[in-house]
């Protein structure tokens, strides 16, 4: 069964940093894109970043400059290092896999077929 599981995530001050992980198991996902949403209460699930196996990278404008995303295909695990949290930047973040693009570049939550349980960070002022 193939399972994401992320964590990381916790309270924090505002222009702190956290970094989440994202660990990968039943399967490899040495040539799938990979990415980190975040849902906000009340919200709808935004894309934060995406990675690929070639090592592109494409951010959101809202963290671009203070997040960055990376990977370690052959550990099967994604992280994502948040800087200068600010506290729109609380959410539930989830890791997601795109099973089904070999070593393309996926952007839309409906393209990714895995998805981890989420784990909360939570910014306060």
């Known amino acids: 069964q193939v399972q994401l599981a992320e964590s990381g995530g916790g309270l924090v001050q505002a222009g702190g940093t956290l970094t989440l992980s994202c660990a990968a198991s039943?399967?490899?996902?040495?040539?799938?894109?990979m990415a980190w949403f975040r849902q906000a209460p009340g919200k709808e699930r935004e894309l934060v970043a995406t990675?690929?196996?070639?090592?592109?990278?494409y951010y959101s404008d809202s963290v671009k400059g203070r997040f960055t995303i990376s990977g370690d295909y052959a550990k099967n695990a994604v992280y994502l290092r948040m800087n200068s949290l600010k506290p729109e930047d609380t959410a539930v973040y989830y890791c997601?896999?795109?099973?089904?693009?070999?070593?393309?570049?996926?952007?839309?939550?409906?393209?990714?077929?895995?998805w981890g349980q989420g784990t909360l960070v939570t910014v306060s002022e």
């Open positions: 990675i690929n196996y070639g090592g592109d990278t």
């Open positions: 997601a896999a795109d099973t089904r693009t070999d070593y393309g570049m996926t952007y839309d939550a409906p393209e990714f077929d895995v």
């Open positions: 039943g399967r490899t996902f040495s040539r799938n894109p």
